[in-house]
């Protein structure tokens, strides 16, 4: 959610922030800008929409200089329009800020008062002139804004330059994350890696409550205090080729096609030659965990859904799971002893990381699955077991799924083996099953060409419903979600057993329902249910295995045989088909695959 591109160099920088700002497309945003000091003077360009209108106006009206920042906004106070797109400029400051100023309209009234004169709706408008009150009482830049950010309430990550200080960029986290990158002889800022992969390898991260003074090759950090601190320094193996589309038409297609590799790079930092699981080392015993908290958001949720089946039928541990936004605000009594175990791609949602500090202040040990290992999540966490999905562009969530399921089966599997809940024959069958995994993706890629099929009629409705019962009722979720996300069509994942309770109702000619019903101790009651949904009319969608396509007799309106894998790992498999099924659809439909309108891929601020 926003995006921020800082550069002090020697170079115009003018294009390097657009190029950055282009790599952060992918977090969601509605307007973008940039600012740069120009012979000492601030200018700014900003425009509304896609970066390539504020391309083409830079175009129009060139933006020099060797010092600027950039920003991709996504509307929270005030419309996505140009008075409200970053920056925000007064006379002496430029500023781009991520996150909510939760006391801005109290700053605002007592600046006004000092006839300071806004131009926006925003909150970050705010950020801008407070440091121009502190300058214009005689402050330094570093003095401004350490006496600013005292001021300030709320989460945010900002970067700001000053007029007259052409070998100076400041930038402050709180709450949002801010990374800082070293050049040679020019330094960076950006909201992640990804945005200065081109430009540097060398990438140090900003912990809660820093501020930086970045100048020509130095950076120099404070702690909320003002206190001199280090960060060290990563060597990120992040490139500008990684975040590359190649051959594919969008980052989603390029993603899901890339799920057999990342699972399989995955699978084989955590599980030997020899089947035996290598994790990190625990800070607990899972033998004497007495309950397993799970909190995620979106899709991450929906990975620690399954994975609540897994612990609690593989390991026979009480599992708790929730919606982050909720778990932290519930006030729920957490047990003694307890592990509190987050899910996330980012590593930066705003919700998650709340409900990991409540969790921790309730003495839980956090374990996290993450696929950046150092975001804030990681850091906050007593143990982390990353996923290796790579970069992930797309903002529909596809490839750190599936590995996060892959990680998520492998902390259960190595639970249960802990808790002697499972022999070590049938942990050994598990982790085969899914050694198996990549294989079987590849087959269901190579017949993608059915699903370009039916996705010509799913397009065509205003709801589809998913159904699924055990593992696969997360995945129906999931499925629901991927199509609502880029196709816009109104879908719900519910268990098959519900249909009778409520959605049987909805059910008519016009309305697909996709069953997720491989052939298991289950599928009985699946065929139960499609033949109730055929009975009303309704349109079947089937993914089974040869053997459930074949039991269901012809109730199917459309139907495709996956492999036949082990019950566990099944949701891995089935999860292919519907983000292909969601791909092709939101084709049918036209929409914007990547960027789908009013959506980002890292929620940053509550």
């Given at each position: 959610?926003?995006?921020?591109?800082?550069?002090?160099?020697?170079?115009?920088?003018?294009?390097?922030?657009?190029?950055?700002?282009?790599?952060?497309?992918?977090?969601?945003?509605?307007?973008?800008?940039?600012?740069?000091?120009?012979?000492?003077?601030?200018?700014?360009?900003?425009?509304e929409g896609k970066i390539d209108r504020l391309v083409a106006k830079c175009g129009q009206l060139p933006l020099t200089g060797t010092v600027g920042i950039g920003h991709t906004r996504w509307a929270t106070h005030g419309k996505p329009t140009e008075d409200n797109a970053h920056p925000h400029v007064t006379e002496r400051v430029a500023v781009v800020h991520?996150?909510?100023?939760?006391?801005?309209?109290?700053?605002?009234?007592?600046?006004?008062?000092?006839?300071?004169?806004?131009?926006?709706?925003?909150?970050?408008?705010?950020?801008?002139?407070?440091?121009?009150?502190?300058?214009?009482?005689?402050?330094?830049?570093?003095?401004?804004?350490?006496?600013?950010?005292?001021?300030?309430?709320?989460?945010?990550?900002?970067?700001?330059?000053?007029?007259?200080?052409?070998?100076?960029?400041?930038?402050?986290?709180?709450?949002?994350?801010?990374?800082?990158?070293?050049?040679?002889?020019?330094?960076?800022?950006?909201?992640?890696?990804?945005?200065?992969?081109?430009?540097?390898?060398?990438?140090?991260?900003?912990?809660?409550?820093?501020?930086?003074?970045?100048?020509?090759?130095?950076?120099?950090?404070?702690?909320?205090?003002?206190?001199?601190?280090?960060?060290?320094?990563?060597?990120?193996?992040?490139?500008?080729?990684?975040?590359?589309?190649?051959?594919?038409?969008?980052?989603?297609?390029?993603?899901?096609?890339?799920?057999?590799?990342?699972?399989?790079?995955?699978?084989?930092?955590?599980?030997?030659?020899?089947?035996?699981?290598?994790?990190?080392?625990?800070?607990?015993?899972?033998?004497?965990?007495?309950?397993?908290?799970?909190?995620?958001?979106?899709?991450?949720?929906?990975?620690?859904?399954?994975?609540?089946?897994?612990?609690?039928?593989?390991?026979?541990?009480?599992?708790?799971?929730?919606?982050?936004?909720?778990?932290?605000?519930?006030?729920?009594?957490?047990?003694?002893?307890?592990?509190?175990?987050?899910?996330?791609?980012?590593?930066?949602?705003?919700?998650?990381?709340?409900?990991?500090?409540?969790?921790?202040?309730?003495?839980?040990?956090?374990?996290?699955?993450?696929?950046?290992?150092?975001?804030?999540?990681?850091?906050?966490?007593?143990?982390?077991?990353?996923?290796?999905?790579?970069?992930?562009?797309?903002?529909?969530?596809?490839?750190?799924?599936?590995?996060?399921?892959?990680?998520?089966?492998c902390l259960a599997v190595s639970a249960a083996v802990a808790r002697k809940t499972l022999s070590a024959e049938r942990a050994a069958a598990i982790l085969q099953a899914l050694r198996e995994i990549p294989a079987h993706l590849n087959l269901v890629l190579r017949d993608e060409h059915f699903i370009q099929e039916l996705a010509q009629r799913v397009g065509?409705?205003?709801?589809?419903?998913?159904?699924?019962?055990?593992?696969?009722?997360?995945?129906?979720?999931?499925?629901?979600?991927?199509?609502?996300?880029?196709?816009?069509?109104?879908?719900?994942?519910?268990?098959?057993?519900?249909?009778?309770?409520?959605?049987?109702?909805?059910?008519?000619?016009?309305?697909?329902?996709?069953?997720?019903?491989?052939?298991?101790?289950?599928?009985?009651?699946?065929?139960?249910?499609?033949?109730?949904?055929?009975?009303?009319?309704?349109?079947?969608?089937?993914?089974?295995?040869?053997?459930?396509?074949?039991?269901?007799?012809?109730?199917?309106?459309?139907?495709?045989?996956?492999?036949?894998?082990?019950?566990?790992?099944?949701?891995?498999?089935?999860?292919?088909?519907?983000?292909?099924?969601?791909?092709?659809?939101?084709?049918?439909?036209?929409?914007?695959?990547?960027?789908?309108?009013?959506?980002?891929?890292?929620?940053?601020?509550?």
């Amino acid at each position: 959610m926003c995006g921020i591109v800082g550069i002090l160099g020697e170079r115009q920088v003018a294009p390097l922030l657009l190029e950055g700002l282009k790599r952060l497309e992918y977090r969601g945003y509605d307007s973008a800008g940039i600012a740069a000091l120009a012979n000492g003077h601030i200018e700014c360009r900003r425009a509304e929409g896609k970066i390539d209108r504020l391309v083409a106006k830079c175009g129009q009206l060139p933006l020099t200089g060797t010092v600027g920042i950039g920003h991709t906004r996504w509307a929270t106070h005030g419309k996505p329009t140009e008075d409200n797109a970053h920056p925000h400029v007064t006379e002496r400051v430029a500023v781009v800020h991520n996150g909510i100023i939760e006391n801005y309209r109290s700053l605002r009234e007592e600046l006004e008062k000092k006839q300071h004169r806004f131009t926006s709706e925003t909150d970050t408008e705010t950020i801008a002139h407070l440091l121009t009150d502190y300058l214009d009482q005689g402050m330094t830049p570093q003095q401004a804004t350490s006496a600013a950010l005292k001021r300030l309430d709320g989460a945010f990550a900002i970067a700001a330059i000053f007029a007259g200080h052409k070998n100076l960029l400041i930038g402050a986290r709180r709450g949002s994350p801010l990374a800082v990158g070293y050049g040679d002889g020019e330094m960076y800022l950006g909201s992640d890696a990804l945005a200065l992969a081109p430009l540097t390898n060398r990438i140090s991260y900003l912990e809660e409550g820093d501020w930086v003074e970045l100048h020509p090759g130095q950076a120099v950090i404070h702690d909320c205090c003002d206190k001199l601190v280090e960060r060290k320094i990563h060597i990120t193996s992040l490139s500008g080729a990684m975040i590359g589309k190649g051959q594919y038409r969008h980052f989603m297609l390029k993603e899901i096609f890339e799920q057999p590799a990342v699972i399989g790079d995955t699978l084989s930092s955590l599980v030997t030659p020899d089947n035996r699981i290598a994790l990190p080392e625990m800070p607990f015993d899972w033998a004497k965990v007495p309950r397993l908290t799970i909190v995620g958001c979106g899709t991450a949720y929906y990975a620690g859904l399954v994975a609540k089946y897994w612990f609690e039928q593989l390991a026979r541990m009480p599992v708790e799971i929730d919606i982050a936004s909720e778990f932290r605000y519930r006030n729920a009594p957490l047990t003694e002893g307890g592990v509190t175990l987050a899910v996330s791609q980012s590593g930066e949602t705003a919700d998650t990381l709340g409900a990991l500090h409540v969790a921790k202040e309730h003495g839980q040990k956090i374990l996290t699955v993450v696929n950046v290992p150092q975001s804030s999540m990681a850091r906050l966490s007593d143990v982390v077991v990353p996923t290796l999905a790579g970069p992930e562009i797309g903002v529909a969530s596809t490839k750190a799924f599936t590995t996060q399921l892959t990680v998520l089966l492998c902390l259960a599997v190595s639970a249960a083996v802990a808790r002697k809940t499972l022999s070590a024959e049938r942990a050994a069958a598990i982790l085969q099953a899914l050694r198996e995994i990549p294989a079987h993706l590849n087959l269901v890629l190579r017949d993608e060409h059915f699903i370009q099929e039916l996705a010509q009629r799913v397009g065509e409705a205003r709801d589809v419903l998913y159904l699924g019962r055990g593992l696969l009722y997360p995945l129906a979720m999931e499925g629901a979600l991927k199509l609502k996300e880029i196709s816009y069509i109104h879908a719900e994942g519910y268990p098959a057993g519900e249909m009778k309770h409520g959605p049987i109702a909805l059910i008519d000619e016009d309305v697909p329902v996709v069953f997720l019903a491989p052939h298991d101790a289950l599928f009985e009651k699946s065929a139960s249910n499609i033949q109730e949904v055929s009975a009303r009319g309704g349109k079947v969608i089937l993914f089974s295995d040869k053997d459930g396509v074949a039991g269901i007799g012809g109730k199917a309106d459309w139907n495709m045989a996956l492999p036949k894998v082990d019950p566990v790992v099944s949701p891995l498999l089935y999860a292919v088909p519907v983000q292909l099924l969601a791909y092709y659809t939101a084709l049918v439909k036209g929409t914007d695959v990547d960027q789908p309108r009013n959506l980002a891929k890292s929620v940053t601020v509550e």
